[in-house]
């Protein structure tokens, strides 16, 4: 790249922070070499995953859809398109060391969660599994390890008691999207500043899979409440079951309030839906059995008494 051209930006991304961002650099007159993004018959495994294949022939950008992106002659069609850097959102896999060594100016990608802090899969679920009362956004160059690269820069999100994961991705999208467009003219001149992470500070959360998602009504109602909110829509969803009938519970609300009934019985009372924890209720708001529509949780009232739980995975 000469010192008068314009860097050449390839674009990684699979799921909607990664279109958001896309969206904000090209209303902003960003122009790309390359686009890449996740083989559509992929989506029904990957959470949260959206289209591209619209920007980029809106925008006449050369399109990459691939299944394993580290896959050589993958790696060769993403070198064919010269990248001066590689910008990576919302993009669910790691990049291997042979695409990390393309771009000149580096590949910078972002993490939901303060690096060094929730490295690894799922860190805006785990936050909210784990009850936290904050998480973030950290956009950093990219290495040949996982998530503790060099930081860029970073965005401090509070979690509210309203938000759920989809809310929680919303916001960390907004702050991807400032971020971007703060550092992108300083990034493409190999002036971005960049700070190592305490590596002493790390924590790595493990990958998260659908059948973790099992309800242990032995807990607690708000340890509960976190956990249906983590893993909500567009995810895979908590679920419980009655007999063999798996449950999913998409919405609920915690109530302390004590009660003698053992854990995972379901009560109706006063026109709501109430399932006993092992210290307060549960009462849901938005339920699915497996197979059939969502509804409101209310709609389970004539199950009143009937205990629910079991390890019925399959």
Same mark, same amino acid.
């Given at each position: 790249?000469?010192? =008068?051209?314009?860097?050449?930006?390839?674009?990684?991304?699979?799921?909607?922070?990664?279109?958001?961002?896309?969206?904000?650099?090209?209303?902003?007159?960003?122009?790309?070499?390359?686009?890449?993004?996740?083989?559509?018959?992929?989506?029904?495994?990957?959470?949260?995953?959206?289209?591209?294949?619209?920007?980029?022939?809106?925008?006449?950008?050369?399109?990459?859809?691939?299944?394993?992106?580290?896959?050589?002659?993958?790696?060769?069609?993403?070198?064919?398109?010269?990248?001066?850097?590689?910008?990576?959102?919302?993009?669910?896999?790691?990049?291997? $060391?042979?695409?990390?060594?393309?771009? $000149?100016?580096?590949?910078?990608?972002?993490?939901?969660?303060?690096?060094?802090?929730?490295?690894?899969?799922?860190?805006?679920?785990?936050?909210?599994? !784990?009850?936290?009362?904050?998480?973030?956004?950290?956009?950093?160059?990219?290495?040949?390890?996982?998530?503790?690269?060099?930081?860029?820069?970073?965005?401090?999100?509070?979690?509210?008691?309203?938000?759920?994961?989809?809310?929680?991705?919303?916001?960390?999208?907004?702050?991807?999207?400032?971020?971007?467009?703060?550092?992108?003219?300083?990034?493409?001149?190999?002036?971005?500043?960049?700070?190592?992470?305490?590596?002493?500070?790390?924590?790595?959360?493990?990958?998260?899979?659908?059948?973790?998602?099992?309800?242990?009504?032995?807990?607690?109602?708000?340890?509960?409440? !976190?956990?249906?909110?983590?893993?909500?829509?567009?995810?895979?969803?908590?679920?419980?079951?009655?007999?063999?009938?798996?449950?999913?519970?998409?919405?609920?609300?915690?109530?302390?309030?004590?009660?003698?009934?053992?854990?995972?019985?379901?009560?109706?009372?006063?026109?709501?839906?109430?399932? =006993?924890?092992?210290?307060?209720?549960?009462?849901?708001?938005?339920?699915?059995?497996?197979?059939?529509?969502?509804?409101?949780?209310?709609?389970?009232?004539?199950?009143?008494?009937?205990?629910?739980?079991?390890?019925?995975?399959?």
């Amino acid at each position: 790249m000469s010192s =008068s051209a314009q860097p050449r930006i390839v674009f990684v991304g699979t799921v909607a922070e990664g279109r958001r961002c896309l969206e904000a650099l090209l209303a902003h007159g960003e122009r790309f070499a390359g686009l890449v993004t996740l083989d559509p018959a992929l989506a029904p495994t990957t959470s949260g995953w959206v289209r591209f294949d619209d920007l980029a022939a809106a925008h006449a950008i050369p399109l990459l859809t691939v299944r394993n992106l580290n896959a050589p002659e993958n790696v060769d069609r993403v070198a064919a398109l010269r990248p001066d850097l590689i910008l990576v959102v919302g993009w669910t896999r790691l990049l291997g $060391p042979e695409l990390l060594r393309l771009p $000149p100016l580096g590949a910078v990608g972002f993490h939901a969660s303060l690096l060094p802090r929730y490295r690894g899969r799922a860190p805006v679920n785990w936050a909210l599994i !784990n009850g936290a009362d904050e998480t973030g956004n950290t956009m950093f160059f990219l290495d040949d390890g996982v998530d503790t690269g060099d930081i860029i820069d970073q965005r401090r999100i509070p979690v509210l008691d309203e938000d759920d994961c989809a809310t929680l991705y919303r916001k960390v999208a907004d702050a991807a999207v400032d971020m971007l467009l703060e550092h992108l003219p300083a990034l493409k001149t190999a002036t971005a500043p960049r700070t190592p992470q305490d590596h002493r500070q790390a924590t790595v959360m493990p990958r998260r899979r659908a059948e973790d998602g099992l309800i242990d009504w032995s807990r607690d109602a708000r340890g509960l409440f !976190n956990w249906v909110r983590a893993l909500t829509h567009p995810y895979p969803g908590a679920f419980t079951f009655h007999g063999d009938r798996r449950l999913f519970v998409w919405r609920a609300v915690p109530d302390p309030s004590p009660h003698p009934h053992p854990p995972g019985r379901l009560l109706a009372t006063g026109g709501e839906v109430h399932v =006993s924890t092992g210290d307060g209720l549960l009462r849901l708001d938005r339920v699915q059995w497996e197979g059939e529509p969502e509804r409101p949780g209310r709609e389970l009232a004539d199950l009143a008494g009937v205990l629910l739980g079991g390890e019925r995975v399959r």
